[in-house]
């Protein structure tokens, strides 16, 4: 059983940076494919970056060269450092978790195993 546990959300201002983490217990991280989606108010949940079993990595375009993932397989933590936030980064942030891809990895059908959320706010 994959338990995920995020940490590091937070209220900044805009143009600030936040870094986000995730416990990972239960399987070797080395074995699934990590994901960090959000939820903005009203919104449905959304893709934000995806880090591969195989190393490749792959961003929402509005998140591109701002947020950067990285995983540590040793310490079993996918970290997200998030610099230059806007506003419309607020949202609920979750970390998710899959061993295996089938469509699309934008999709959060995919992923099988949720963390419960961190928030981050981010005023103007």
């Known amino acids: 059983q994959v338990q995920l546990v995020e940490s590091g959300g937070g209220e900044v201002q805009a143009g600030a940076s936040l870094r986000l983490s995730c416990a990972v217990t239960?399987?070797?991280?080395?074995?699934?494919?990590m994901a960090w989606f959000r939820q903005r108010p009203g919104k449905e949940r959304e893709f934000v970056v995806l880090?591969?079993?195989?190393?490749?990595?792959q961003y929402a375009e509005y998140v591109k060269g701002r947020f950067t993932i990285s995983r540590d397989n040793v310490n079993l933590m996918v970290s997200l450092q998030m610099n230059s936030l806007k506003p419309e980064d607020t949202a609920v942030y979750y970390c998710a978790a899959t061993q295996s891809l089938k469509r699309t990895y934008v999709s959060p059908d995919e992923y099988n195993n949720w963390g419960q959320g961190t928030q981050v706010t981010v005023s103007s």
């Open positions: 239960g399987r070797p991280i080395s074995t699934l494919h």
């Open positions: 880090s591969g079993i195989g190393g490749s990595t």
